[in-house]
Each structure stands twice: as structure tokens, then as C-alpha cells.
């Protein structure tokens, strides 16, 4: 906030300019007039070291007491405010653990005792004569009316009233400790806006218009003492903006600074490649795939790198988008990588694309840790061979380079960590970064996308292919099973297959395998003996997978009993029913990537959630996975229900300095101020014009916020 160049000093006469804050920010709270080092420390609890943490710690609630009643009209059970003369102080002990103390006040209306428990020192601060302002709730005991335990605060001099921070006001409740009062909080805010005056403006009065805010020197003092609840209202919406403003500028200037260092291969759109791959699939695109393929091949002829995340619910056909991105790149003579989390997923990726990109000359290979040619596909990989490689974690090991890579697709990237992405962008040729294109069937809420992933663009399948109907989903106690198992018997009489998923257990895939296991071993010899089952779990081999895999598509076992393995991407359309045990153990997204797995072909599936949860959480997850089949919307029940910081793992640090900003709430805010700081940084891309903004935004830049980092 280095400058007052800009409007706020003009506009706001009454205010010393902006410069004293900048002084007084980073002042310790001790230079205020009550801090000594025993509250310093309580305020240190709170996160508060510095004036200017004092004033970001804002009020998490509001008593509205600007209406003062007389005592006659004092409604019973109701918070209420009122002033009020002291007319007696007495202190009891009606018994030798209790004390009572009575203070009995007055007003032209009549008069009402306060009455407090074992608070003994109190009376000090009651003298008879003086004037106090109260608030709390009337209630009848024994026949009289009294306040018990109410808020009160003495009222000294002709303006008493006016300048008290207790009564007569809309009064700021704030986050406090045991050692720290809202009370207290209140008088240091108050001395601290007192000395700060104004603070620096960022927008130009323009720029506020456009953004429908108010001056930030309004803005800060009305958060902590609004004059009504609209100032309030109109206070937040200025701090929010000046939230976001700052986290989209820094997303903003590092991303610039990252596409301008690294030349990517602009790749040439040789329509052919892509155009004989669609003519040759049996069904036509969505109309969302086609315009995302559109998207996408729009960012890969551009010559920076491509950072694009592929989203859409599972089923909606991504990988027929990433087959026809990695034609892009093929037709242009590059390279594509296709990188998939597990072995069951890359060898179904393989099985599926290369019949489909075989056939219109594409070569593609698979490699994963069980490859056993792999010194020959490394060295085909090498001279350029191989167009399309298909594998996993097996892509990213050591020995492995591309002659040269040009796409890279990593599917359900919350699987891998940042060096494996680093390792890809060291693969394109002559120093160029691979274009890089992330699927995720995890539906990231848009707030997320946008707020948090600012430095991806992000590319939406938002509808699925036609004639697939939405799975039901079922909510049972154990011992309501015999149902499902009855449901599973009818279906794959019908020819459809069913899977059984057993709990998941995160900390041990040791134990998670016994448990399917012993599962498989329960089915066959009880409820489902003489059909055929199949077992899938992480600790096979990967040969018996694939085998497990085969039997369960050829309906040879048309019951697979599985583990989370087969969460993401295992594509059998016969598979109609599924049951997951102990539901109440995953979470709500990953219940619905697991019931991803059925109805994917015309008949109808349903999902079984057998769990015994008594607990509120577990079962309101629950609810939310029955209720509803939109993916978004479970995304944003998820955030609702975990609350917005738990989502944030790694990136959690950022967090931090969005302190109002409401992910959920605040939704088009978000969008809107996004907008403007992308707008804001094509007109004047250093911030040269806008000197606080550059402050604020470097500031976050150079801080904590690892979590802008790319890749
Ligand atoms: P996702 O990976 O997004 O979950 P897939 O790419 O596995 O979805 O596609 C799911 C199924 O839908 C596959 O069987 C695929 O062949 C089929 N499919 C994809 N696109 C279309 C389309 N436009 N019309 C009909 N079926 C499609
Ligand atoms: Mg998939």
C-alpha cells in the first residue's frame, strides 16, 4: 500500500493520507495504549502480532443495539439494550460456595435487577449514581424481573452514548480466547482504526464503479463498527474484492511470467488426422466434446505451453478428447504420452485407443512396470517410433526419453506428484515444454477451479453421452443385504455383471486386500455360491489383475469383488449393480467415481451403500450421494459438508488470505473479480498504474504461496 497517488487521499479529506498506515501496519500490537506484554502474548494466540493482523481479524458476527428500550417496555427472553442508572450494589453469600451479586438499576421507566453468580469482583465496577448501558435478556425469577449475567458498559461524559462501543450500535462480535474478550478486541480495533486514519486506495473511483464496491478506508472501519447492516454488507463485499483481487493478480503475473520463460511447441492442426480418427468412431461426438476439443487444440497450436485441466463427470467420454488431442500432436510429427494412476487403467487405456488410433496409423505402445520389452519400447520411444506411449508411473522412471514429446495426458492427476510432471516437461524436443492436459473425473466445484487452480484453464465436459440413465442409489443396513444380493442374482441373469466393493481401508492396502479377501471368501461359499466371482484388489499380481479383469468382462465371473482399485476409469458396460460395503468410510466423491463404474451401458444401474453410520457426518454424506447424480453439485455438498479448507490439502496455504471470501457465497464475485484482474493485467501487465495492487499482489507472491506454483 506504498502510495497515495491515487484517489483515496483526495476523496476522503477528512482522513490523514495513507502513509500513516503504512507506518502503522507492521507496528507489534504493543503500541497501542492497553497492550502490555501479558495481552500481547493472549493476542499472539489469535494470530494477532502486528496492528495490521489486529484489523484482519474480523468480527465473525454482529449484535445489532442501536435501538435502546426504557425498562418498562423490556421484552422478556429477548437480547435487548437499554440505559440505566445504579441504584443499589449489595454482594451476597446465601450459601458458603455461592455469591450473589445484585445490582439494581433505574431509568424515568422504571427499575430491574442485574443479578451475577460467583463473579464477586464485579462490584468494583458498579458505584451508585453512575450511568451504564446494558444488554442482555429480561427473565422472570421468583416473581421478579431480573438480568442475569448481562453485557455492560459504563457511560462516561455528555457523549457517552455516541462513542460507546457496547450499546447504541451495531456492535462487532469477534473470534476470541480465553485470555482475549471480543470486548477488548473491540476497544483495540477501535484505538487502531482511530490511529490509521485512511487507508491506501487501490481502485480508481472507476474502477470501484465497475466493480459495484466502496472506498477501502469505508470499507475496513465498517467491517468492524458498521453504522447498519447494509454498511456492512457493502464493507465486506469491498474486503472481498480486495481478497480475490490480489490472489488473481499474483495467479495472474506468475502464470505471465511462466508462459513467457517457456516456449512450447505451437502445434500445426493437420485437420486430416483428427478428422479420419472421428469418421472412425461408431458413435458422433457430444457437442461438448467437440467443443472442448476445440478448446484444446486451440491452446496447443498457441506457442505456450498448454495448461489445461479436462473435467467431466465420469462416463461423459474423455478419453476419446485425449485420443484426439494426442492426434494433434501426432499429425505435427510430436510425440503423446498417455499416463494413467494404476496398471488396470493404463492397460484399459492401451486396449482401448489402440485398436482406435492403430487403425488411422498411429503407433502406440504400453509400458508399465510389468512391460517385459522394455528396453524395446524405450529405444522406439527414443528414435521416434512411437507416437503415442501409454503406461504409468513406468513413463516417468528414469531411462525414459522421448524423442520428442509433445502432449502430455495425465489421467486423474491427484494421483501424482509434482517431479513426475516436472519429468514430462523435460521430454519435448530442442528445449521446448510439452503441452500439458490433465483429466480429472473428480469434479472440482468451479469456485475451486477458478479461486485456487487460477493458474490452469480449465476445460468442461458438461454432458454426458446419450442413452445412459443416471444410477440409482441405495441406502441399506446390513442386514437389508439379502436384497441386494437377491438384486445381483436378477441382473446378471439379465446378463448384466456386479461389483462388490469392499471397505476401504486407508492406511494399509495390506489389510484392505485381506479384507476382499475374506469378503470373496464369504460370497462364494454363502450368498452367491455357484455363481462365478472374481477378486481385484492392488496386491495381485498384475497378470492375475488383468486375468480377474478379462473374467469379469467376458461375464465368465460376473461378480467382481474388488477394492478401490477399480475407482477410476474401469469401463465394463454389462455392469448394472454395485454394492459398497461400509460406505460410510469413503468419501463423497469417491462413492460416486466408484458408482461411475455401472450403468454405463443402456441398462439401468444401481448402487447399493450398505452402512450401519450412526454418525450425523457419515450419514449426511450419505444422503447427498442418494440424492443427487450431478457430480458438480455433490462437489459443492462435499465443500458445504467438509467445510471450504479441507479441500485445500497441499494448496491450504493460500488460504490463508482469504479470510471473507465464502468459496460457496461469494461464487460470482469470484468470477467477476477474475475477470477483471485478467482484463486489468492485458492493459497494464507490471502495474505500473495500479502501484497498491502490484504491493499487495507481490506481497502474496513472495509470501507462503506455494501453492502457485506450476506443474
Ligand atoms: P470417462 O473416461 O469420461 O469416464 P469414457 O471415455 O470411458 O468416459 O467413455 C465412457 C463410454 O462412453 C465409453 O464406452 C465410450 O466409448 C463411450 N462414449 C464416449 N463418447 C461417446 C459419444 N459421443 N457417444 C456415445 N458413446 C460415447
Ligand atoms: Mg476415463
Known sequence: MGSDTNSASTES????????????????????????????????????ETIEDLLHHFPRDYIDRTTLLLIRDLPLGEEVTFTATVDKVSLRKPRPRLSLLEVDVSDSSGRIRLTWFNQPYRQRHFKVGEEFAISGKAEVFRGRIQISSPSYEKIEGESGIGTSLEVGRIVPVY?????????????????????????????????????????????????????????????????VVDELMRTQLALGTKRRAYEAESKAIAHVDRAALLTSLIDSLPYPLTAAQQRVIAEIGESMRAPVPMHRMLQGEVGSGKTVVAAASLCIAVAGGHQGALMAPTEVLAEQHYYGLAPLLGEIGVRVKLLTGSTRDRQRVLAAVGRGEVDVLIGTHALVQEGVAFASLGLAVIDEQHRFGVHQRVHLRGQGADGLVPDMLIMTATPIPRTLAITIYGD???????????????????????????????QIKKEIDAGGRAFVVCPLVEESSKLEAAAAEEEFRRLTEGPLAGIGVGLLHGRMRSADKEAAMAAFRSGETPVLVATTVIEVGVDVPEATVMMIESAERFGLSQLHQLRGRIGRGARLGV???????????????????????????????????RGEGSLFGARQAGRTDLRLTSLLGDFPLIVKVREFANELLERDPDLDAHPVLKEESDRLVSGEVSWLEFG
Request: hydrophobic content about 40%; charged content about 30%; some cysteine.
Open 13 to 48: 479529506p477528512g482522513h490523514r493520507k495513507g502513509r500513516t498506515w503504512e507506518r502503522l501496519r507492521r507496528e507489534p500490537v504493543t503500541s497501542l495504549a492497553r497492550v502490555g506484554p501479558k495481552i500481547a502474548d493472549g493476542l499472539a494466540g489469535l494470530g494477532i
Open 175 to 239: 473470534p476470541a480466547s480465553a485470555e482475549i474478550s471480543s470486548a477488548l478486541l473491540r476497544r483495540l480495533c477501535w484505538e487502531a482504526l482511530d490511529r490509521a486514519g485512511a487507508f491506501a486506495e487501490s481502485l480508481t473511483p472507476a474502477e470501484r464503479n465497475a466493480l459495484k464496491v466502496q472506498e477501502r478506508t469505508f470499507a475496513i472501519n465498517a467491517i468492524h463498527f458498521p453504522e447498519s447492516m447494509q454498511d456492512r454488507t457493502a464493507a465486506r463485499r469491498r474486503l
Open 456 to 486: 490452469l484453464d480449465v476445460s468442461t465436459l458438461d454432458e454426458t453421452p446419450p442413452g445412459r440413465s443416471p444410477v440409482k442409489t441405495l441406502w441399506i443396513r446390513p442386514d437389508a443385504r439379502d436384497k441386494a444380493y437377491e
Open 607 to 641: 448402487c447399493y451403500l450398505v452402512s450401519e453410520a450412526e454418525s450425523e457426518d457419515a450419514l449426511a454424506r450419505i444422503k447427498a450421494v442418494c440424492s443427487t447424480s450431478d457430480g458438480f453439485e455433490l462437489a459443492e455438498k462435499d465443500l458445504e459438508l
